[in-house]
């Protein structure tokens, strides 16, 4: 089967147990079983365990921060405030691991003196790509929250007190936010299977 073929059949088994239990305790930890597994299988493959890293650390800070950090409810705290918290904190999460994988195989090369096995793999611009995604979901959730919650800054009058009930992106915002993370998911673990070398570029850099 081909890594597309992989890729695809594990996406969908993901998408399929992520949106029939709306768990995100349980989407973290198979993104983390992915992680360790290719962590441990692959530990000899710079570039398998470099991205690996990466999207381990992003899932237990995620992690840690909404179950003992962050609260995602409150009796005290606006929905605006909480709202604006939650998403941006997320969305600073993304950005942040989106940025370093774009900037891996440059990060290091410095930092192990240009080592000629760093180079770019099948799955680091699909990882990227839903990342980026994330950040977009991140940044369309945080502005619809502000919006619809106005009221807590003040705002009066029937137009705003219309926008309490919007909820386009609310609404669609767990299977969209599961969909994208099964696709991160299945990606690690297709690296189980194999971890494929763009071989162009890599002998591009060895001429250099």
């Known amino acids: 089967m081909s890594i597309f073929g992989i890729v695809s059949v594990i996406c969908l088994t993901l998408i399929l147990i992520f949106v029939s239990t709306y768990d995100w305790m349980l989407m973290s930890f198979v993104t983390m079983i992915s992680c360790c597994g290719v962590l441990l299988y692959r530990k000899d493959n710079i570039n398998a365990v470099s991205i690996t890293i990466l999207i381990l650390v992003m899932s237990i800070l995620e992690l840690v921060a909404f179950n ?3 609260p995602l409810e409150s009796d005290t705290l606006p929905m605006i405030w909480l709202g604006s ?3 941006g904190t997320q969305l600073i999460l993304f950005a942040l691991t989106c ?6 195989i440059r990060l290091l090369q410095k930092l192990l003196r240009c080592d000629k096995t760093v180079a770019p793999t099948y799955a680091e611009g ?8 994330s950040c977009i979901l991140m940044t369309l959730m945080f502005i619809e929250n502000i919006i619809r919650n106005a009221v807590d800054l003040g705002f009066q009058g029937t137009f705003f007190s219309a926008l309490t009930k919007l909820t386009l992106i609310y609404d669609n915002y767990e299977i969209l936010a599961f969909s994208i993370r099964a ?8 690296m189980l299977f194999a971890v494929e070398i763009d071989t162009t570029k890599l002998k591009t850099s060895r001429t250099r």
């Open 126 to 133: 699909l990882i990227a790509l839903s990342l980026f995604l």
């Open 68 to 70: 003992y950090v962050i």
């Open 183 to 190: 696709s991160i998911c299945a990606l690690i673990a297709s």
């Open 99 to 104: 940025l370093l994988i774009l900037l891996r």
């Open 85 to 87: 918290i939650v998403y």
